[in-house]
């Protein structure tokens, strides 16, 4: 195309920009709207501001149609980048209403909107989790308070989550949250344990700079114990106050279950930190707080948990996923004549769970991840004696996870001929479910303490 700046010589030419003092690059700013674009993402990412600024000034750049997205999602990356996130905001929704865009700009706005706001992701998204493998203890994973280890056990586990989020109105936004989730054991002894478990968490949005969410989950879990039984059901008001990185959140409801003397309600709450502290790893930093009141007061409960976990890009598209947590428990009624009968003990009961996880994952094609993952899990309790309510657990699985999230809301995105793409490093699908979110690894604790045990991993 006649005039048009070949992409080798334009990296040469944005290598020694790069290269040059901040005073040269004021005055060797590209005249090509391209040239400039890639300039201004670089020095972006090298940390130079003004640089970039300088590269997005001026000249006759954007060209009228995809060139004008493109200006836009650089400008909400340098606001952003600056802290001033009501004006990036303002960018990045001027993006949204635009017809068309070129595709990568359309994944970096997505991946944009997620940064102040972890809420703003795809209005739908799902994700299926499909798990096989084997477990050194078929009662782990289950709602039970098991005093004796169970039978080593194939498994296969299948989980489908979702959540939906409606147009904002105003300040406030519906939004729905879901999962269906299926558990099988091989071992014929321990095949009426086979279990199923549904989730519903609708409510609702607040705010923008800090969001608020209010939300009514309900938790279904039943079990095939001579035909399907609801084993438990769970009630709960929850409430979560997000600024930025930080989440704040809290819960009271009640839970019903099968053995009536183990009903019981709940209170519980903490916070979590979500961080990058280099460019291939992210971690999570959650502590949290438990009270629990029972219909017989030998299973009322006073805990906590401390959670960590980290996502590291290898290179090549692997992802190694590792996690652990420690939680405590104290049955604060427990003891005397009712402790004796329940657990064997004449004093308060007090169980030590900690868990460790890794998973290595494939690079995603078309949203399909595999991966290959270990768990472990050890329950400590000072029950010991005639019954001992200590356990671990070895797991193995292999795991293929599937993700999807779309827009119908989005720019629609076009690539003309000639185009060559700016390569962002964030991959072409932008924000998605594929990473675990806060809430997705307290809803995992929750499974994991559900009798004490390593449930629901």
Excluded at 216 to 244: F, I, P
Aim: aromatic residues 8%; charged residues 25%.
């Amino acid at each position: 195309m006649p005039g048009r700046v070949r992409p080798d010589a334009l990296s040469l030419v944005l290598a020694m920009l790069v290269a040059a003092s901040a005073p040269a690059r004021a005055e060797l700013v590209p005249t090509d709207c391209d040239a400039r674009a890639r300039l201004a993402w670089q020095l972006l990412q090298q940390g130079d501001l003004d640089g970039a600024q300088r590269a997005l000034r001026g000249g006759r750049c954007p060209r009228p149609g995809p060139e004008e997205g493109r200006w836009l999602v650089l400008r909400a990356a340098l606001l952003q980048a600056r802290s001033f996130d009501a004006a990036a905001r303002g960018a990045l929704a001027r993006f949204a209403a635009r017809a068309e865009a070129f595709p990568e700009d359309v994944a970096l706005w997505q991946h944009l909107r997620r940064q102040p706001d972890p809420a703003g992701d795809a209005p739908l998204g799902l994700r299926l989790d499909l798990l096989g493998g084997w477990t050194s203890n078929a009662l782990a994973g289950l709602p039970l308070d098991p005093s004796a280890p169970g039978p080593r056990s194939p498994f296969a586990r299948a989980d489908l989550a979702g959540r939906l989020l409606l147009p904002r109105r105003g300040l406030w936004q519906p939004s729905l949250e879901g999962l269906l989730s299926g558990f099988a054991l091989a071992d014929r002894e321990s095949q009426r344990f086979t279990s199923g478990q549904m989730l519903a968490r609708p409510g609702v949005l607040l705010g923008r700079d800090t969001r608020v969410l209010l939300a009514y989950k309900l938790d279904l879990y039943l079990m095939n114990q001579k035909g399907a039984v609801l084993y438990y059901q769970a009630h709960r008001a929850e409430a979560e106050v997000q600024w930025r990185r930080l989440l704040a959140f809290a819960a009271v409801g009640w839970r019903q279950f099968h053995d009536a003397d183990r009903t019981r309600a709940e209170l519980d709450g903490g916070v979590g930190w979500t961080f990058a502290p280099g460019r291939r790893l992210r971690l999570i930093l959650v502590g949290s707080l438990r009270y629990q009141l029972a219909d017989d007061v030998a299973y009322d409960v006073a805990g906590g948990t401390a959670l960590v976990n980290g996502r590291v890009a290898l290179g090549r598209g692997l992802v190694l996923q590792v996690g652990g947590t420690v939680g405590y428990d104290h049955y604060v009624s427990s003891g005397e004549q009712r402790g004796l009968e329940l657990f064997g003990l004449v004093g308060k009961r007090r169980d030590l769970l900690s868990t460790a996880t890794a998973t290595l994952w494939s690079p995603s094609w078309r949203g399909l991840r595999l991966g290959v993952g270990y768990d472990y899990a050890r329950r400590d309790s000072n029950a010991d004696a005639p019954r001992s309510f200590d356990y671990q657990e070895h797991r193995g699985a292999v795991r293929l996870r599937w993700t999807a999230d779309f827009d119908p809301w989005a720019p629609r995105a076009t690539a003309p001929p000639g185009h060559v793409p700016l390569d962002y490093g964030i991959g072409s699908r932008g924000a998605t479910m594929d990473e675990e979110r806060i809430q997705d690894l307290l809803r995992q604790d929750e499974a994991d303490r559900r009798s004490g045990c390593g449930c629901g991993r």
